[in-house]
């Protein structure tokens, strides 16, 4: 009698992930015919409007496993989140949906989070395997993110199966289990088997290729003001032009992607905003919670812009093109939270580092120390980076901020400008006692007059060339006084509400 496995994933990048760990399992052990495998997903944000989207994609990737059940867990996560069950309630809903209290093995990404909690508490004694997160991402026992809901603490894991290269995300993890590596052709493989299963996304592809036959580039999107890190959806637009618009120019073409977990038309008003500044780009608007990289056997790459994401690892590998990512510190300075600087400055630098290995083929793994130290290497960097040829896997300090728009220093602080603006009109709006404010005093009511007269003739006024040291300080004295007036105004308006 077979033994039963339980395959658990987040999301659908996860999925294709544990899929390679699998295949790479059942061809150097032989042992894929000796299970009964039952798929298991959850951990998704709770009341997302996607989550069934994301479940169904997941389903639809499943299909070139031989799984004998698939279940989703998120009902069970927000009946625990909105108050209606406990923990151990969690557990025997668990038992009831999987029809079973006993599974031989688990894989999961790790051991802490609800999802991973309430699975590896109700079958203690299967052997219990971690395959990490991203491309070896492993961060078992982050007691410092987020306590244990199991009274007793975080599972202990059997072993360990990770994705090359490997990064180790909490001090000595590496030490604590045996570790084996998966080679990164094996997640490649199998990334390209599942696109060529999945019904229509070839021939979508294919009518997006045929609108020009020049190579795309490709800007991934973020959905960073649905996270803690963002502002507004406002911030997250231009936040998202800033990261693009430096890297195209007004010649390419510019294919847009949204992440899957976005449910704000983000990546839709990045398009419309490239649009509005005469850029040329369209919009993947189907297949849209599936990960990009299933998208890359059918599509021809110049560039990708990927910001933070870890996509820019595969692509590099995979497509062996330009890859700009991470963030740069003066564009998170002005549209994120600062306390988040640190973390996602860091976090951009590592991504930076590894789509270099993968450019290069030449994987090595990242210890807790020395991702503890990009933090600081991030910060010298003001703007997004780029990964070409022309960077070597022997230098990893080396590499390259250059612009490719000869329009970009301007563009930037035309955004800056817009962003401030739209901040000044939404205090407006939102408060009925700052238009008084404003409209008691006559000297404020010339200032905003002017500055609107200001900003207008910058943002119109393309022929000035970027060169011209008058528009410069111009655009520079006008967002140094909207960002100060604007600060004053809110000053001035606590002052009126004591």
Known sequence: MPKKRLITALAPSQLINVLAVLRYRSEQEQEENEYEDILLIGGLPPNNPRNEEIVNTCFDISTIWNFKDKFQMVDIEADFYSGKSTFQDCIQKLYSLLGTTHIDVIYGIRNWQLFHEVFFSAYPNSEKIAYGDGFGFLDLNSYEVLKPYNPEGYAIMDSVYILQPGVECVQGIFKMFPIHIVPF???EDITFEIAYSLPGLQKYCESLSSISSESFSLALTSYISETPYGKSLKAEIN????????????NDLVLVKGHPRETQKQSKLVV?????????AIHISQF???PIELFLP???IERAITFASSSCISIAAYKQCEVITSFG?????LYTKKKNHALLLGTGYLLSILAKQAFNRNFQAISYETRQSFAEQGR??????RINSGLTSNDLSQFDQSFRNPNAEKMLLVLELDYVK?????????NDTLPRIIAENSFLQGKVKVLQDELSSVTSSESIPIQSAFLRNKVAITFSWLAHRWKHLKTLLKGSLK
């Open 380 to 385: 010298l960097y003001d703007y997004p980076i």
């Open 272 to 280: 419309e905003e490239l649009l509005k500044y005469g850029y040329n």
């Open 185 to 187: 052709t094996y997640l």
């Open 422 to 430: 739209s901040e000044l009109r939404e205090s407006l709006r939102q």
């Open 329 to 333: 510190s003066k564009i998170l300075s």
């Open 288 to 290: 849209e919670t599936y």
């Open 239 to 250: 936040f998202n032009l800033s990261c693009i618009i430096p890297y195209v120019t007004q």
């Open 298 to 300: 059918f599509l021809s």
